[in-house]
T-cell receptor
């Protein structure tokens, strides 16, 4: 069956450090992968999309890698800030529309 | 742009009652999704519309759930009769085209007592 697995535990880091989140998937051949941020009581907000032919994508302090051989994406938050504290979700689709989400990793950045 | 608008924000009802959740997608977006989020199961896709037509409803848990999209600017998700296990946050999302990012509403927190 298809599975999307993210870091199983919450991630607590010190301000200024780099947070690295993992998204592993099985039985998918996605054309792209997306990352979202979700704050308590709010809907997910899109952060980045990386396509299968792209190895790395950056946006400000965020960096995403996509390894289709390992079936893994890594999401990095560099120079983390307390405002980065949230739950981060990876999402991918076996086809063009049925976007499925991982369970998410909750990141807490300590000042 | 006001974004995706969902109503109500919170709904508390008793088991057996009918519940209707509403969604207004972003103007110009041709795809609309309904998701349900719980701690146990995370975000689950319930149904997907493209150009107002239901394309895939395989995620709808049972016949008690139904969804409609009578026009490009409005969709409803109905649960009849509701059960306590339906308690969850229901999200509506829209997007302008395929392989594009989703824009989520703020969700409806449903509690069935």
């Amino acid at each position: 069956s298809q599975k999307i697995e993210q870091n199983s535990e919450a991630l607590n880091i010190q301000e200024g450090k780099t947070a690295t989140l993992t998204c592993n998937y099985t039985n998918y051949s996605p054309a792209y992968l997306q990352w979202y941020r979700q704050d308590p009581g709010r809907g997910p907000v899109f952060l980045l999309l990386i396509r299968e032919n792209e190895k790395e994508k950056r946006k400000e302090r965020l960096k995403v890698t996509f390894d289709t051989t390992l079936k893994q994406s890594l999401f990095h938050i560099t120079a983390s800030q307390p405002a980065d504290s949230a739950t981060y979700l990876c999402a991918l689709a076996p086809d063009d529309y049925k976007l499925s989400f991982g369970a998410g990793t909750t990141v807490t950045v300590r000042a | 742009d006001a974004g995706v608008i969902q109503s109500p924000r919170h709904e508390v009802t008793e088991m057996g009652q009918e519940v209707t959740l509403r969604c207004k997608p972003i103007s110009g977006h041709n795809s609309l999704f309904w998701y349900r989020q719980t701690m146990m199961r995370g975000l689950e896709l319930l149904i997907y519309f493209n150009n107002n037509v239901p394309i895939d409803d395989s995620g709808m848990p049972e016949d008690r759930f139904s969804a409609k999209m009578p026009n490009a600017s409005f969709s409803t998700l109905k649960i009849q009769p509701s059960e306590p296990r339906d308690s969850a946050v229901y999200f509506c999302a829209s997007r302008p085209g395929e392989a594009e990012k989703l824009f989520f509403g703020s969700g409806t927190q449903l509690s069935v007592l």
